[in-house]
Nanobody, 126 residues
């Protein structure tokens, strides 16, 4: 059974860093594109970053470019999101999702992803 489990969220001060992890099981991880979404209270879920099967191609939302880095370890079936220079507006529940297709231009469209984790809370506050 396919499972995605996020971890690494927490409370951090503005300017701080966190690394999120998403451990996958139950499917051929190396053949799936992976994506991080986030959803803040009262806002729509938005795509943050995605990565292709091999990890050599990625996409980022403009709001996180230069601050966040996505990576994956296919041997460990895990995708990561390194978040630096965090801002209060980065506060949200962060979800990972998987798709057998890498969507180069429409990567942030939610309906492209059929498999989702339960989310991990990130709060950026002083």
């Amino acid at each position: 059974q396919l499972q995605l489990v996020e971890s690494g969220g927490g409370l951090v001060q503005p300017g701080g860093s966190l690394r999120l992890s998403c451990a996958a099981s139950g499917f051929p991880f190396s053949k799936y594109a992976m994506i991080w979404f986030r959803q803040a209270p009262g806002k729509e879920r938005e795509g943050v970053s995605c990565i292709n099967f091999s990890g050599d191609t990625s996409r980022y939302a403009d709001s996180v470019k230069g601050r966040f880095t996505i990576s994956r370890d296919n041997a460990k079936s895990t995708v990561y999101l390194q978040m630096n220079s965090l801002k209060p507006e980065d506060s949200a529940i962060y979800y990972c999702a998987a798709s057998p297709t890498f969507y180069s231009s429409t990567w942030a469209v939610q309906r492209n992803y059929g498999y989702w984790g339960q989310g991990t809370q990130v709060t950026v506050s002083s």
